[in-house]
T-cell receptor, first 118, second 112 residues
Framework: GAGVSQSPSNKVTEKGKDVELRCDPI?????LYWYRQRLGQGLEFLIY????????KSGLPSDRFSAERTGESVSTLTIQRTQQEDSAVYLC????????????????FGPGTRLLVL | DAKTTQPTSMDCAEGRAANLPCNHS???????VYWYRQIHSQGPQYIIH???NNETNEMASLIITEDRKSSTLILPHATLRDTAVYYC?????????????FGKGTKLSVIP
């Protein structure tokens, strides 16, 4: 596609429920990132996928958070037993994943999924 | 990655050039300067990046000082749609440096 897409755009859930967020990266981009942005705050890195390498999960805030990626395409971020502090905008970005002159590493962001946990 | 310092906010008259400064005095030789912006309720949007030379694209120009300790993003003819928070990010190229660290940025308000 032309850009990174995410779904749903908005999600309201009850505390304790599981949610699944989807990201479709730009076609041909091997690197994919998930970030979280709480209201009025900066972006927090969550997880990074690069090709077939093991993902870097160092930013995941707890074991309730997990993410999967199928090959070099769609990724899903799953939050189990949601808590009110999980309310945030979840942003996905992708990049070509190749280094060199910074171009391949430029990250392009999707519109985000706004998650509200009641 | 090196730390950046930006003014908290700036105003610019519509149609005039917006010049957004960024200090990155501890930048090292292999670190790029990236600029993103975030319009309210949207995901961050890539604007431009550079290493040493000045860069220009359809959105903006990036002027990097010779010592690379500061840079300026220039929006040549600001419009109301350019109102956003602008982030200057210094980032190493290569493995193990993939995540972007967004600071507080500069809130640019374009005034009619």
């Amino acid at each position: 596609g032309a850009g990174v897409s995410q779904s749903p755009s908005n999600k309201v859930t009850e505390k304790g429920k599981d949610v699944e967020l989807r990201c479709d990266p730009i076609s041909g981009h091997t690197a994919l990132y998930w970030y979280r942005q709480r209201l009025g705050q900066g972006l927090e890195f969550l997880i990074y996928f690069q090709g077939n390498s093991a993902p870097d999960k160092s930013g995941l805030p707890s074991d309730r958070f997990s993410a999967e990626r199928t090959g070099e395409s769609v990724s899903t971020l799953t939050i189990q037993r949601t808590q009110q502090e999980d309310s945030a905008v979840y942003l996905c970005a992708s990049s070509l994943g190749t280094s060199g002159r910074g171009r391949g590493e430029t990250q392009y962001f999707g519109p985000g999924t706004r998650l509200l946990v009641l | 990655d090196a730390k950046t310092t930006q003014p908290t906010s700036m105003d610019c008259a519509e149609g005039r050039a917006a010049n957004l400064p960024c200090n990155h005095s501890t930048i090292s030789g292999n670190e790029y300067v990236y600029w993103y912006r975030q319009i309210h309720s949207q995901g961050p949007q890539y604007i431009i990046h550079g290493l040493k030379n000045n860069e220009t694209n359809e959105m903006a120009s990036l002027i990097i000082t010779e010592d690379r300790k500061s840079s300026t993003l220039i929006l040549p003819h600001a419009t109301l749609r350019d109102t956003a928070v602008y982030y200057c990010i210094v980032r190493t190229s290569g493995a193990g440096s993939y995540q972007l660290t967004f600071g507080k940025g500069t809130k640019l308000s374009v005034i009619p």
